[in-house]
């Protein structure tokens, strides 16, 4: 497929730090159809086993672009919105309108979007979390793993978009 004019969603992971949780989320994005954008530096080689593992064998069919800087990155999709993607948000997923060219972009596994890239989207969004950390003297958690976040708004997104049967 090739992903530069797909009229479907991206996923963009910003720095990302964990190879398995790239390697999941590359499946995931196999799953739905999604191309996936890697921009760097990365924590890991793309050589590395715990990427290869997460992603099982199916790695090598991931529709994946690798991109130097996010401003190399927003260069290229000037006609796509770009949706941060934080647990610092109160604007939830559920009241975003998709549309099929908007860019899903999730941050680095150990600090997040910095403020200077979430100012430079068009939209700001988390999930909302019943059980989040403003009930955390009370067993709340502080975040999801960025691979399962991504799952959710991804399925969300395709789901809102009517890309689950295509």
Request: with cysteine.
């Amino acid at each position: 497929m090739n992903s530069l004019n797909s009229s479907r969603p991206r996923v963009a992971l910003f720095e990302p730090r964990i190879p398995q949780n790239t390697g999941t989320i590359g499946r995931s994005c196999l799953a739905f159809e999604l191309p996936l954008d890697i921009i760097k530096p990365t924590g890991f080689s793309f050589e590395n086993k715990y990427l290869k593992r997460a992603g099982l064998d199916y790695w090598s069919n991931v529709d994946v672009h690798l991109y130097e800087s996010f401003e190399q990155y927003k260069n290229s999709f000037s006609n796509s919105r770009i949706i941060a993607l934080t647990k610092k948000s109160s604007n939830s997923i559920s009241n975003i309108i998709y549309k099929d060219t908007d860019i899903l972009l999730f941050g680095r596994e150990d600090t997040g979007l910095p403020d200077h890239i979430k100012n430079k989207c068009e939209i700001v969004a988390g999930i909302p979390m019943p059980g989040g950390e403003n009930h955390l003297n009370t067993g709340g958690v502080r975040s999801l793993n960025l691979s399962v976040a991504c799952g959710i708004v991804c399925y969300s997104a395709c789901l809102q978009l009517d890309l689950l049967s295509k």
